[in-house]
């Protein structure tokens, strides 16, 4: 079974491997980008890194110290010197340490210096959303504040396909994204994805289904219970 011609062959994937595949496929694609944050050389806690400290060393997966200051500061100069950086937010209910240096900062950087200088190659990825069990660090879903920001890009998935497409879109887009993943979608959402080097567009919304009575707007992990009302008033 293949997709477009330039997206190869289908895998059935969930969300969190999706995520993890295009990571690999940005850091194959891009000497220059490195993936770093609390945990992640191991895998991180959700997995979404695993096998990429092996597969392309220490130096370009590496684990942060617990500052979410720290990871958004480090972040930013990276990305400032033109290359790519892609941090994790473990939980984006601990995103708000780094507020200051994500608002006032990166959002900020380009049009501070006239466009002269930019860190649009950095993307913040970091989970998001309740899954029934964090209680009130663990189940935040903060992407309003930073929708509020001109400068910053703000990108949340719903399915795998759109998770790996977005993702890789995110990592090259010419200005800072933050990256939200609904947890709850990490294991519940699967379908199959192109193997592939493949894109999404940013900002551009997706008809999942088409009717002519009610128009219903959701995203991220509202959107496996919206279908399921979509399903239950048809």
């Known amino acids: 079974v293949t997709s477009k011609p330039d997206e190869g062959p289908l895998k059935r994937m969930n969300l969190f491997t999706a995520v993890n595949d295009a990571m690999r496929i940005a850091m194959k694609t891009d000497d220059t980008a490195v993936v770093f944050g609390e945990d992640v050389g191991f ?67 380009r049009y501070r210096s006239g466009n002269q200088f930019d860190c649009g190659g950095l993307t913040v990825r970091t989970p998001c959303g309740a899954v029934g069990h964090g209680a009130l660090y663990h189940s935040q879903s903060p992407e309003a504040y930073f929708c509020h920001t001109p400068g910053l890009k703000v990108v949340m998935p719903s399915t795998p396909r759109d998770a790996k497409g977005l993702l890789l879109a995110a990592i090259r887009s010419p200005d800072p994204v ?22 999404e567009i940013i900002g551009k919304a997706k008809i999942r289904k088409h009717g002519e009575h009610v128009t219903i707007v959701g995203w991220g992990g509202q959107m496996l219970v919206l279908q399921k009302a979509v399903d239950m008033a048809e």
């Open 43 to 109: 895998g991180g806690v959700f997995r979404c890194s695993v096998g990429l400290q092996e597969e392309f060393g220490k130096h370009r997966v590496f684990n942060s110290p617990l500052c979410e200051q720290g990871i958004a500061g480090f972040a930013i100069g990276y990305a400032s010197m033109g290359k790519t950086a892609i941090a994790e937010i473990q939980f984006a209910d601990y995103i708000f340490p780094a507020f200051d240096q994500l608002v006032n900062e990166a959002a900020k950087f």
């Open 178 to 199: 933050i990256f939200f993943e609904p947890k709850a979608l990490y294991r519940a959402s699967v379908e199959d994805v192109p193997e592939g080097d493949f894109e």
